[in-house]
């Protein structure tokens, strides 16, 4: 497979191995990722959905076999949504709102419907205390983060600590540095987005710590 951006694609000679020639694809699947040529995620999104949607199958039966909604969402969790999650860092700032609006709606809507098809969507993750899958996977990009600023090898791609800048914590105090991005690809990729969703958690939480409080006399 090759990644090329450029108007005119540089044409290079196919690659051999053992006078074999290799095989040319726009696509291929690696460890559960479909990864295309274009970098764009549509085809591993129409990939998940489409395994998803066949385990619902699975809740439809045990719901008509009288399981309760708790035991539903406990399969959910397990058979369902971990699809719709796996390798979600590498992806998830990168899906264009229709994407994630196609992750929501094919999927766990479908799943509410069939757990308590008495209430609707809105009402559903509330009473079941579910969170959205955009939401989750925003948290799992940010425990991503913080585990590999913790010392794990893919550290060096972290931009200086403002702390190594300077020891004041300020209000607009900033954990780490955004790198600069020339392109949208880039900017959308995992360490530029979630750097900044990490910084906007961190900038929230101090907030809350050094906003000041009045009582009333």
């Not at 509410?112 to 955009?134: F, G, H």
Request: with cysteine; net charge positive.
């Amino acid at each position: 497979m090759r990644i090329c951006f450029f108007r005119d694609p540089i044409e290079f000679p196919h690659l051999k191995i053992d006078d074999q020639q290799l095989e040319l694809v726009t696509s291929h699947k690696v460890l559960g990722l479909v990864i295309h040529n274009n970098l764009k995620w549509n085809n591993h999104i129409e990939s998940i959905v489409t395994k998803a949607s066949k385990r619902l199958h699975i809740l439809r039966v045990l719901r008509r076999g009288g399981v309760e909604s708790n035991d539903l969402i406990t399969i959910y969790t397990a058979l369902i949504r971990s699809l719709l999650e796996h390798r979600c860092i590498v992806w998830n700032h990168a899906l264009p709102s229709c994407l994630s609006q196609k992750l929501e709606k094919n999927t766990e809507t479908c799943s509410v419907k069939i757990i308590v098809p008495a209430l609707s969507y809105s009402e559903a993750p509330q009473a079941l205390n579910l969170r959205t899958l955009d939401d989750r996977r925003n948290e799992l990009c940010v425990k991503t983060l913080r585990k590999i600023s913790r010392g794990l090898p893919l550290v060096i791609h972290l931009l200086m600590t403002t702390q190594h800048i300077h020891h004041y914590q300020t209000r607009g105090a900033t954990k780490y540095i955004l790198p600069k991005c020339r392109t949208e690809t880039l900017r959308r990729s995992f360490f530029p987005s979630t750097t900044s969703a990490f910084n906007d958690h961190l900038s929230f939480r101090l907030c809350l710590v050094i906003r000041p409080t009045f009582q009333l006399v």
